[in-house]
């Protein structure tokens, strides 16, 4: 054999070894949307939970020959309006695809972009959203196509998280916080936490019951410290019931309805006997600690925003 067929065959090689390589860096996992839990259901309407690698939740969302798909935890502050749903097709058997796939990089333990399949009056797509942000990035034809941009996706995602880290200086010598302000946020930290890991485990009848039992606790053994824990699960329980009721008031759990968390919060504020300023003082602790508001109510959803009002 010449130099020449040798220095052919060991590029055609490199190029597979690099091909194979690049391709081994991303991998697929899946899940089956058909089996995944119905959460909440009415006439002609019904939410599916799925839950990917690294608790990762897509929620699925038909109404009314529309499909929508939202990732907790992230984009949950968000509800789907009616610009986010794709129409159905009427000769669909169904809404979407019966497998959802979780494209993640290699020896990382959550997915960076999920891929599902509408059947939609347009077309068959495949609907790509990354999960950063939980924004949709792409619709796309084949799966060759989808697993293409996935992978530039995370790919991207990837550096810019490490020149983010990189860009990184620690503080030499952080300020320490009052011993008071640190046990609230610990203690609010902690709430938010547990009713995380109860809500991806029984959903949100369970999360009410953690409610009931930290104000039943508080009222045994009042402190500021359980009165944190329990403002924490409280918000927390009804920050994660709003996105997935979205535009679906008659379903959304009336515990955390309108000042729901706000006056229960009042009460035990009230059994403390705290004045305006200690009131403030401690909203403003935990807001820090779990980065929401636990004082103003956020703004209700208008009805021709709402994805399940079509009356325009």
């Known amino acids: 054999m010449n130099i020449l067929k040798l220095s052919t065959l060991s590029l055609l090689a490199s190029l597979c070894l690099t091909s194979s390589a690049q391709t081994a860096e991303f991998r697929s996992t899946y ?39 939202f990732y907790l935890p992230m ?3 968000t509800p789907l309006q009616l610009a986010d749903m794709l129409e159905i097709s009427p000769n669909a058997r169904l ?3 019966a497998k959802l796939e979780w494209r993640q990089r ?13 059947y939609t009056t347009r077309g068959e797509f495949l609907v790509l959203n990354e999960l950063v942000t939980g924004r ?4 796309v034809r084949t799966n060759q196509q989808a697993r293409t941009v996935a992978d530039r996706v995370c790919g991207k995602a990837a550096t810019s998280v490490a020149s983010a880290e990189s860009k990184i200086v620690p ?20 709430g938010r936490e547990r009713v995380l890991r109860v809500f991806t485990q029984v959903g949100i009848s369970g999360v009410i019951e953690e409610v009931e039992q930290c104000y039943s606790d ?26 997935v009721m979205g535009g679906m008031p008659d379903l959304r759990q009336s515990f955390f309805a309108k000042d729901g968390p706000s006056g229960r919060i009042a ?3 009230d059994k403390l006997g705290l004045d305006e300023k200690a009131r403030q003082t401690f909203n403003d602790e935990i807001e820090a600690s779990i980065s929401m508001s636990v004082v103003a109510p956020r703004p209700t959803i208008k009805e021709s925003e709402s994805v399940f009002d079509f009356s325009q």
């Not at 990382?108 to 891929?115: D, F, G």
């Not at 508080?218 to 996105?243: H, M, N, Q, V």
């Open 31 to 69: 899940s089956e949307t058909l089996t995944c839990p119905v959460t909440e259901e009415a006439a002609d309407a019904f939410i599916r939970e799925c839950i990917g690698p690294g608790n990762v939740r897509a929620v699925l969302q038909y109404v009314d020959g529309l499909f929508g798909v």
């Open 75 to 77: 984009g949950g502050d």
């Open 95 to 97: 809404p979407y695809g």
């Open 106 to 118: 290699i020896g990382e333990p959550a997915p960076c972009v999920a891929i599902i399949r509408a």
């Open 136 to 139: 949709r990035i792409a619709k």
């Open 171 to 190: 503080s030499s010598k952080p300020e320490a916080p009052s011993s008071e302000n640190s046990s609230l946020a610990s203690a609010a930290r902690n």
């Open 218 to 243: 508080f009222d045994r053994y009042p402190s500021l410290a359980k009165l944190a824990e329990c403002a924490a699960i409280d918000f927390t329980g009804a920050d994660a019931d709003r996105p």
């Open 267 to 269: 009460a035990s504020m």
